[in-house]
């Protein structure tokens, strides 16, 4: 812009905000809010209005991605032991030995 229109143009202040609620279940909401302000000659203020508004949606849109990801839903624990009619033992250890059953019908059927 030419030095002299400049002289001449009136700073104004522009202010923009965002902000966005986020249902988490359960009747619980999160609030995610930006707000910036600039101050440019009047020539020049849908632009930077624009801008401004892009920077906060892109904020708040990075606040609500790295909330829903801390915050994901945890599965609950499997548990650890499991009653079978040998008793009580480990998941694990019956998970174990259905594989092994598994691998070896796997070789009668294929005569490994």
Known sequence: ????????EKLVEVARSYSRKV???NYETSDFFCS???ECYKSESEKVSAELHDFCQAEVEFSVNAYKEEHKPVEPPKPAFQKSNRGWE?????????G???RFNDKK???N
């Not at 480990?90 to 259905?98: L, P, Q």
């Open 100 to 102: 092994e059953e598994k």
């Open 90 to 98: 480990s998941k694990t250890d019956h998970e174990d030995e259905v």
């Open 1 to 8: 812009m030419n030095k002299k229109i400049m002289e001449k």
């Open 23 to 25: 249902n988490m279940g």
């Open 109 to 111: 059927e294929y005569g």
């Open 36 to 38: 910036k302000k600039e």
